[in-house]
């Protein structure tokens, strides 16, 4: 066995991340390129084996959908730190197109891997949702770009943060609806923070972004992937508008 790939396998688990590949595929080395294959891996394994665990013990009397929204909470929640610390913060919109760096990739890794196994997940809801399914295609493939290339982490960073942005408030509006919590103010702010998060970062702050890959230098492919990330984001909106508009138009019972 290789040196080097030895000395991967005998890293501490909680440790991998540090230790990950930053460049281009073609520039990698074989044992460079079968870490960064195996991390994927395993990462998509333990998203997958943790939605098990709940599935079947911890929340085995709550359905499906739901163990799969608390797996994607804890997603939530380590992508927007990771994506956060991979920022940079002084000038966001400054490296579009540049080399990626080791927290960049660390995010793109575990993102990549929970995003496999949320598709996955899709195929055995009780409803299959396109919008979903393609919003999915494309972040992985974007993710996936960006390992490969080893460029595009900067906006493939911008993109994850403001997409998780509204996230724990969309889950959290479905968990507690069959949680059967009723209407009050608790589930009001939910959904006024969910409406709130999701127009900022999706409909005002992701279209600047969206201009800015489109016109930067990064590869087609990538400005192919965020206009069709807006494409999806839009279309959700959309439906969240004539959600509301419906409400709006309902009168009110007569005592």
């Not at 009397?61 to 929640?77: E, G, M, W, Y």
């Not at 992937?225 to 999806?232: F, Q, S």
């Amino acid at each position: 066995m290789p040196s080097k790939l030895q000395e991967w396998l005998d890293i501490p688990p909680g440790t991998i991340l540090q230790h990950l590949p930053t460049g281009s595929w073609r520039n990698l080395s074989e044992e460079e390129g079968y870490i960064l294959l195996h991390t994927i891996v395993v990462a998509t394994g333990t998203w997958a084996l943790l939605f098990l665990t709940l599935r079947l013990s911890i929340l085995s009397r709550f359905s499906f959908d739901f163990c799969n929204r608390a797996v994607s909470q804890v997603h939530v929640i380590i992508a927007l730190a990771l994506s956060t610390r991979a920022l940079n913060w002084s000038d966001p919109l400054g490296n579009f197109g540049g080399p990626n760096t080791l927290p960049q990739v660390q995010a793109m890794v575990i993102s990549l891997s929970y995003f496999l196994y949320d598709f996955v997940c899709c195929m055995f809801d009780v409803t299959f949702d396109w919008a979903n399914a393609f919003h999915h295609v494309f972040s992985i493939s974007g993710f996936a770009f960006g390992l490969i290339t080893g460029r595009c982490g900067e906006e493939l960073m911008a993109c994850l943060w403001l997409v998780e942005l509204s996230n724990p408030f969309m889950h959290a509006r479905e968990m507690l609806r069959e949680l059967d919590v009723p209407k009050s103010p608790l589930t009001f702010a939910v959904d006024l923070a969910f409406l709130i998060s999701f127009t900022v970062a999706r409909m005002v702050v992701g279209p600047l972004v969206t201009w800015q890959t489109v016109i930067g230098t990064s590869p087609t492919a990538v400005k192919v992937g965020a206009v069709a990330i807006l494409a999806v984001s839009t279309f959700w909106f959309s439906k969240i508008l004539n959600v509301i508009f419906r409400m709006l138009r309902q009168k009110p019972k007569q005592s």
